[in-house]
C-alpha cells in the first residue's frame, strides 16, 4: 500500500517569495508521482507529473518538483510566488502497473499576499 | 474538447436514501476514476473504471458502488447514505493506457457535493 503525507497543511508566503511544498511518500511498489492544484471553487488540475527519466520536472507557470527516490520525496518548488499561486497542493502517487488510481497526501494550503 | 462533466452539481438527500451520481469523461477516454473529498479526510480514491471493468478499488463500503457504460460514461451509486457521506465526489478521466508509454494524465470534473442530513 502506499502513502503519501504533506508536511505542512498551511503555508502563508509574501509575494515574489519562494517557497517550498514537502511531500514525502511510502510505498512498497515503484510509483509514479504528482502535484495536483486546486484553485478555490474549482475543480483539481495537474500541476506536474514524474514518470520517468530527469527527476527534475518543471511546469509552465513557474513550478519545478525534485523526485528523491533515496528520501523518498517529491518537493514542489517555486523560485518566486505570485498572488495567483494562492491555492490548495495536493501530492499524490500511483501505482505502476496498478490503474490510475492517485492516493492523495492531505493538501497544502498555499496563501500568498502583497 | 469538452472537459470531465459531472451531474447533478449539488445534491441534498437524508439518511437511509440512496442517491446515483454521474460523470461524462473527455471524448476518447476509457478510463473513469471516482474520488470522495471531505476536510478530515481528504481526497479519497473510491474505484476505478476501464472499459466499463472495475480495475482498481479503494478501501469503502460495499454501500459505496459504481458502474460504467459502453460509451464510457460512469455512475456511481450509494446506498443506505449516512450523514458521513457528506463529501464533495469528482470524477477524473484519463486514457486509461499503462505502461512506460502512457501519459497517467488525469481530468477532473468539477464535482458533485453531497450533502446529507
Known amino acids: 500500500a502506499q502513502s503519501v503525507t504533506q508536511l505542512d497543511s498551511q503555508v502563508p508566503v509574501f509575494e515574489e517569495a519562494p517557497v517550498e511544498l514537502r511531500c514525502n511518500y511510502s510505498s512498497s511498489v515503484s510509483v509514479y508521482l504528482f502535484w495536483y492544484v486546486q484553485y478555490p471553487n474549482q475543480g483539481l488540475q495537474l500541476l506536474l507529473k514524474?514518470?520517468?527519466?530527469?527527476?527534475l520536472v518543471k511546469s509552465i507557470n513557474g513550478f519545478e518538483a525534485e523526485f528523491n527516490k533515496s528520501q523518498t520525496s517529491f518537493h514542489l518548488r517555486k523560485p518566486s510566488v505570485h498572488i495567483s499561486d494562492t491555492a490548495e497542493y495536493f501530492c499524490?502517487?500511483?501505482?505502476?502497473?496498478?490503474?490510475?488510481?492517485?492516493?492523495f497526501g492531505k493538501g497544502t494550503t498555499l496563501s500568498v499576499s502583497s | 474538447k469538452a472537459g470531465v462533466t459531472q451531474t447533478p452539481r449539488y445534491l441534498i438527500k437524508t439518511r437511509g436514501q440512496q442517491v446515483t451520481l454521474s460523470c461524462s469523461p473527455i471524448s476518447g477516454h476509457r478510463s473513469v476514476s471516482w474520488y470522495q473529498q471531505t476536510p478530515g479526510q481528504g481526497l479519497q480514491f473510491l474505484f476505478e473504471y476501464f472499459s466499463e471493468t472495475q480495475r482498481n478499488k479503494g478501501n469503502f463500503p460495499g454501500r459505496f458502488s459504481g458502474r460504467q457504460f459502453s460509451n464510457s460514461r460512469s455512475e456511481m451509486n450509494v446506498s443506505t447514505l449516512e450523514l458521513g457521506d457528506s463529501a464533495l465526489y469528482l470524477c477524473?478521466?484519463?486514457?486509461?493506457?499503462?505502461?512506460?508509454?502512457?501519459?497517467?494524465?488525469?481530468?477532473f470534473g468539477p464535482g458533485t457535493r453531497l450533502t446529507v442530513t
Open positions: 514524474y514518470l520517468s527519466g530527469s527527476t
Open positions: 477524473a478521466s484519463s486514457l486509461g493506457l499503462l505502461g512506460p508509454k502512457a501519459s497517467y494524465e488525469q481530468y
Open positions: 499524490a502517487v500511483s501505482e505502476r502497473w496498478g490503474g490510475t488510481a492517485l492516493i
